[in-house]
Nanobody
Framework: QVQLVESGGGLVQSGGSRRLSCRAS????????MGWYRQAPGKQRELVAT???????NYADFVQGRFTISRNNLENTVYLQMDSLKPGDTAVYYC?????????WGQGTQVTVSS
């Protein structure tokens, strides 16, 4: 079992930055593929970024170089640095972990970008 707890959400102005954190417990993230997803009101949950155990990061097209996913295995934490935020980035952001075919989700953290 993996428990994920996100933090760092809040209100930010357009063009601003926000850093989300996701702390895992129950298992080391060293062997997990970690990721961030988001869900805006009335829309489906969508992938934002993933980070593999060997350090490969992948991003959704809409990120366009604005976000950076990273991990600290010693702290069992994954981060999402978000820069140049736009109102369209407003959503609940969820941390995700995958171990083989098992998926784990955090409770989500709200990010609201004001224009």
């Amino acid at each position: 079992q993996v428990q994920l707890v996100e933090s760092g959400g809040g209100l930010v102005q357009s063009g601003g930055s926000r850093r989300l954190s996701c702390r895992a417990s129950g298992r080391t993230i060293e062997i997990l593929t970690m990721g961030w997803y988001r869900q805006a009101p009335g829309k489906q949950r969508e992938l934002v970024a993933t980070h593999t155990p060997n350090g490969i990061a992948n991003y959704a097209d809409f990120v366009q170089g604005r976000f950076t996913i990273s991990r600290n295995n010693l702290e069992n934490t994954v981060y999402l640095q978000m820069d140049s935020l736009k109102p369209g980035d407003t959503a609940v952001y969820y941390c995700h972990a995958r171990l083989f075919t098992l998926d784990y989700w955090g409770q989500g953290t709200q990010v609201t970008v004001s224009s």
